[in-house]
């Protein structure tokens, strides 16, 4: 099976009115690194896109699957947006 890039289609909360989606973007072979496009979604506002970058890290060594890099993703994402939203 061919490795997939995680897609974050569902909405993740990221408190009681506000969550966001991600997509892939586009990889950076050379630098290992890859991107999404998060887009912010609160009630009462225009949804807001912006692009994250997430290093690949360790996620092709032994023991370190497609699910494991998926869940990192997600928590990477998630900490940007808490970090975004909190400035």
């Keep these: 099976m061919a490795f997939q890039w995680p897609c974050f289609a569902n909405p993740v909360s990221v408190d009681t009115d506000r969550s966001w989606t991600a997509e892939f973007e586009s990889y950076d072979q050379r630098n290992e690194e890859c991107y999404?496009?998060?887009?912010?979604?609160?009630?009462?506002?225009?949804?807001?896109?912006?692009m994250a970058k997430v290093g690949i890290g360790r996620a092709g060594q032994r023991g370190r699957g497609a699910a494991c890099f998926a869940r990192r993703t997600r928590r990477i994402i998630g900490l940007f947006v808490v970090l975004l939203n909190a400035g």
Excluded: A, D, H
């Design 36 to 50: 999404y496009i998060v887009t912010l979604q609160e009630p009462g506002r225009t949804s807001r896109r912006i």
